[in-house]
């Protein structure tokens, strides 16, 4: 009844001396495997259902009854030992494959501290250094230069969350719910809270809102970032867009100071020379509120396509912050007044750089981003 009728019964001393040859070449094998991935293999076939140790474990049957244990127990001290030599194999493996992606991934702080040494010493100004490993984005640029130019104007730079409530996007930007005003703006509305009470912002619009709420005026402030629009990305439109925001709440701020502001940063910014213009628009925040335009960059005002021969390309939107909106935010409309504006960001940057199609700002390749 021990044996089976076909096969011979096995010779248990052979059968130990196999493993111990299993045993061997077991971890030879482990010890051989270059990678993690490689290791998973190995163990698989070392110690798997089809491993040779399996198929020594499966003589055990054909074996005499008193002689199963040993064979057993030899069975299972040598899979213990391989098991342990699989695992320090792996843990080896792993931390020399997490060392390898850390130099590959690893800035080189010395660089920097090169960078400055160079500025502060012209011998060491004369020394080569190492490129720096990555590149700012041509958005990045830009914005950064917006920065400084109103930042040299006195202002401060804010920011605000780009998920954001209809609260603050909307509704105390005068622009209550169903107001037809919303159509303006193809809006993402967010799976949060109430159905429609969280939305991606349309526009950078919501930061007045944020600044006004928790600061007391005088305030000068621009707020750069990301903004989203329910468009289909094409060559001069993206879902996923950039805007600087501009709010200046004093006493006795007029539609002067807003148009003089604007035609000091067109020519900051364009160039002497580039000016600016106000043509009388919408919008549900500010009151009066415009449009601006600026000279041309692509003919300097002379007139060519770009322009539609008009010498002018409208940049953004502005106006005085209406007294409604100063209201929702608990200052005082008849004390304080302020203007507002905004206007695309990867728009300049499309026209700085002839780009021509938007698009390829998101597309992040580095060939195209280390042009700028
Ligand atoms: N938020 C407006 C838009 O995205 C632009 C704007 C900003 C208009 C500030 C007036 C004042 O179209």
């Not at 094998?29 to 140790?53: F, W």
């Not at 006195?154 to 954001?164: L, N």
């Not at 449009?291 to 008009?310: I, K, L, M, N, Q």
């Not at 010498?311 to 935010?329: I, R, T």
Request: proline share 6%; with cysteine.
């Amino acid at each position: 009844v021990t044996n089976s009728e076909s096969s011979p019964q096995p010779d248990l001393a052979a059968l130990l001396e196999g493993l111990v040859a299993v045993e061997e070449a077991g971890r030879a094998r482990l010890a051989g495997a270059q990678t993690v991935d490689a290791l998973r293999l190995v163990t698989q076939e070392v110690l798997g259902k089809r491993s040779e140790l399996a198929a020594t474990n499966s003589q055990l049957r054909l074996l005499a009854v008193e002689d199963r244990p040993v064979l057993g127990q030899a069975v299972q001290q040598v899979r213990e030992r391989l098991e342990v030599e699989a695992d320090t194999r792996r843990a080896g493996l792993e931390a020399a494959e997490r060392a390898a992606r850390d130099r590959a991934e690893a800035m080189d702080l010395t660089e920097a501290a090169a960078l400055a040494a160079a500025e502060a010493t012209p011998l060491a100004a004369t020394l080569p250094l190492p490129p720096l490993p990555g590149h700012r984005h041509l958005v990045t640029i830009v914005r950064e230069e917006l920065e400084d130019i109103f930042v040299g104007m006195g202002y401060q730079v804010a920011e605000g969350p780009e998920a954001e409530t209809d609260w603050h996007n909307f509704e105390a930007l005068n622009m209550p719910p169903n107001h037809p005003a919303r159509g303006m703006f193809d809006t993402f509305y967010l799976n949060l809270g109430q159905p429609g009470s969280v939305v991606l912002r349309t526009h950078t619009s919501p930061v007045q809102i944020r600044l006004m709420e928790t600061s007391a005026p005088p305030i000068y402030a621009v707020a750069p970032g990301r903004v989203y629009r329910r468009d289909t990305p094409d060559a001069r439109h993206l879902a996923e867009f950039h805007q600087i925001e501009g709010l200046v709440v004093d006493r006795r701020i007029s539609m002067g100071d807003l148009a003089g502001t604007i035609e000091a940063f067109t020519s900051a910014f364009f160039g002497p020379g580039r000016h600016s213009r106000l043509r009388p628009s919408f919008f549900p925040f500010t009151e009066p509120s415009a449009e601006f335009d600026v000279t041309c960059w692509v003919c300097a005002g002379e007139g060519c396509r770009t322009c539609s021969h008009s010498g002018w390309v409208e940049l953004g939107g502005c106006g005085m912050v209406d007294p409604n909106v100063l209201q929702a935010v608990g200052i005082d409309p008849e004390q304080w007044s302020g203007f507002a504006f905004g206007f695309g960001i990867d728009r300049l940057a499309q026209a700085r750089t002839d780009l021509s199609d938007m698009r390829a700002l998101l597309d992040n390749d580095i060939r195209f981003i280390s042009q700028f």
